[in-house]
């Protein structure tokens, strides 16, 4: 368990509507990810941090935006939710272990867009 | 282009049964591949890391080997327990300071009691 928490865990939301995700850890750790899994598609890295205000995007980042203002909490934002956002997205973040880094997960969240 | 390719896409055991599941990449320059278990509505569990071709990992019924093209998770006389969906991914040395992993579509293991 690397102590990480995401909230909401379900979230039915319109159209056109901002959401907002967050993703907690506990553990001071530096990298943080945002993944959205789809049937087909596997995990797809949306954004990542690698400290506080210091952030990047991944291969699926348009639509979403991220900050990251306190080292422990890192948001993900849909401006306006499309349905194709439609999704189970996952927080991770990263520790090192020898020569590599190993990535750890949230729960996640599901998220419905109507 | 870096790649992971994992193969069966589903796979349906016999309690007891064993078998492997496989995971092929094409990466210049590997740093680390990573198994992970996923169970339905949950988040992705790390199981192993392996560095270099030639070493192996274990864990209760489970083994996961590695050479320069694949990996294989080898399940020995499997339970319905270890039912769940297999994910591979490997880092490349390019990944740099990013630590991007890169993800195959994983296997859906089925074990029947």
């Known amino acids: 368990d690397a102590g990480i928490t995401q909230s909401p865990r379900h979230k039915v939301t319109e159209t056109g509507t901002p959401v907002t995700l967050r993703c907690h850890q506990t553990e001071n750790h530096r990298y943080m990810y945002w993944y959205r899994q789809d049937p087909g598609h596997g995990l797809r890295l949306i954004h990542y941090s690698y400290g506080v205000k210091d952030t990047d995007k991944g291969e699926v980042s348009d639509g979403y935006s991220v900050s990251r203002s306190k080292t422990e909490d890192f948001l993900l934002t849909l401006e306006s939710a499309t349905s194709s956002q439609t999704s189970v997205y996952f927080c991770a973040i990263s520790l090192r272990t020898g020569f590599t880094y190993e990535q750890y997960f949230g729960p996640g969240t599901r998220l419905t867009v109507t | 282009e870096d790649q992971v390719t994992q193969s069966p896409e589903a796979l349906r055991l016999q309690e007891g049964e064993s078998s492997s599941l496989n995971c092929s990449y094409t990466v210049s320059g590997l740093r680390g591949l990573f198994w992970y278990r996923q169970d339905p509505g949950k988040g992705p569990e790390f199981l192993f890391t392996?560095?270099?071709?030639?070493e192996e990992k274990e864990k209760e019924r489970l083994k996961a080997t590695l050479t320069k093209k694949e990996s294989f998770l080898h399940i020995t006389a499997p339970k319905p327990e270890d039912s769940a969906t297999y994910l591979c991914?490997?880092?490349?040395?390019?990944?740099?300071?990013?630590?991007?992993?890169?993800w195959g579509l994983g296997t859906s293991l089925a074990v029947n009691p």
């Open positions: 991914a490997v880092q490349a040395v390019q990944a740099g300071n990013n630590r991007k992993l890169i």
């Open positions: 392996l560095y270099s071709a030639g």
